[in-house]
């Protein structure tokens, strides 16, 4: 397995950004959002003027896509956690054989403080983040325009 980290450092083309997003728009299931709403993600995790930036991680064989991670950062910290996972998937026929989980210890090393995530009650990647030390400490709520 082969494993890139993107940073706003990086110069990462329309192409790769399309690649990503496509990758995880399938492979999100029905706990993803619309490819725009990804494509946004990428964009703000790799954009080091005017947001807080982040990183993708990606793990390929065979150069096709396995497995995706996207921080981005929250420019906070103490009170919110510096970083949020925002999407992680990976590809169906290597679920089960350890590699969301080497994907998150990566993500761990590679982040600076803090992170925090959403994930859905009935969502089965769930059991994988409290094994890693994940805790849900606060009930989120939404208020939507």
Not at 34 to 59: P, Q, T, W
Not at 68 to 75: F, R
């Amino acid at each position: 397995m082969e494993y890139t980290f993107f940073t706003p450092a990086d110069k990462v083309s329309e192409e790769t950004k399309k690649e990503i997003a496509d990758f995880l728009y399938e492979h999100l299931d029905q706990f993803g959002d619309e490819h725009r709403y990804i494509m946004k993600c990428i964009n703000f995790a790799l954009d080091d003027k005017d947001k807080f930036g982040g990183f993708i991680l990606v793990s390929r064989e065979g150069g096709m896509i396995t497995g995706a991670v996207i921080i981005n950062k929250t420019g906070m910290g103490g009170y919110i956690p510096e970083n949020i996972l925002v999407y992680i998937a990976v590809d169906k026929d290597y679920r089960g054989k350890g590699l969301g989980k080497e994907l998150m210890l990566k993500t761990f090393d590679k982040a600076e403080g803090d992170i925090k995530l959403h994930v859905e009650p009935e969502n089965p990647a769930r059991f994988l983040y409290e094994k890693l030390g994940f805790t849900s400490k606060y009930l989120e709520m939404r208020w939507t325009r």
